[in-house]
C-alpha cells in the first residue's frame, strides 16, 4: 500500500456567505479538515489543495474575491500540490491531478473538503473509476441545502451513493486511526 494523499477541495472563505449558499450542516467540518490537514503534515504525507475558481458572475468562489481564498484552517499549509478547478471534479483542474499522482506511485487517496454531494463526491466517485483506494472522510466535508432537500439529507445520500461501490466512507477519526496504525506498522516509516 503507497502512503495516501490528502486532497482537501474548496475549503474557501467564499463558503461562509449564508445569504448566497443557505443552511448547511456539520459546523464541525473544518476542525476535522484541519486535524486531518495537520496529521498529514506531521507524517510528511502528500497533501493537495484544490481551489474552485468560479467563472460565474456573482459568485463568491470567483478569482480575485476574498472568497476566493482558502480558509484559516488551511493556514500554514505546506501542500505539494495547489491548483484550480471550473467544474466539480479536482481531477479535471488546471492540473493532471491523475498524472500527478500516478508519477509518485500514489493509489489511494482520502478526499474531504467543500460541497460534500458536488466537488467532494465527485472527485472521490472519479478517483474511484481510475482504479484509486478512495477513502471519504465524510465528517470532514459540509454542504448547503437544497431546494426540498435538507443538507443532512444530502449527506447521507453521499455516503450511501459512495460506500462500497466508489470509495469507502469513514470519520475523521478512524482515518487517523487507521493512519496511525499503518504508520507505526513493522516495515513501515
Known amino acids: 500500500m503507497t502512503e495516501p494523499a490528502l486532497i482537501l477541495i474548496d475549503v474557501q ?22 486535524a486531518l ?3 498529514w503534515q506531521e507524517r510528511r504525507l502528500p497533501v493537495v489543495l484544490v481551489h474552485h475558481d468560479s467563472p460565474k458572475p456573482g459568485s463568491p468562489l470567483r478569482p480575485g474575491q476574498p472568497g476566493n481564498d482558502f480558509k484559516p484552517e488551511l493556514d500554514g499549509a505546506r501542500p505539494d500540490l495547489v491548483f484550480g478547478k471550473q ?27 467543500i460541497q460534500t454531494n458536488f466537488c ?16 471519504f472522510a465524510l465528517d470532514a466535508t459540509f454542504t448547503f441545502d437544497l431546494p426540498g432537500v435538507t443538507a443532512d439529507e444530502l449527506y447521507r445520500v453521499t455516503a450511501a451513493n459512495l460506500a462500497n461501490q466508489f470509495a469507502t466512507v ?20
Open 13 to 34: 472563505r467564499g463558503f461562509d456567505d449564508p445569504e448566497f449558499w443557505g443552511p448547511r450542516n456539520n459546523p464541525g467540518a473544518e476542525a476535522n479538515m484541519k
Open 37 to 39: 490537514l495537520d496529521a
Open 87 to 113: 467544474v466539480n471534479s479536482a481531477f479535471l483542474g488546471d492540473v493532471d491531478l491523475d498524472a500527478w499522482l500516478r508519477r509518485r506511485g500514489i493509489t489511494s487517496i482520502v478526499v474531504a473538503g
Open 120 to 135: 467532494c463526491e465527485t472527485t472521490a466517485r472519479m478517483g474511484g473509476n481510475l482504479g484509486y483506494d478512495v477513502t
Open 170 to 189: 469513514k470519520s475523521t477519526k478512524d482515518v487517523l486511526a487507521e493512519l496511525s496504525r499503518d504508520r507505526s506498522a513493522p516495515g513501515s516509516g
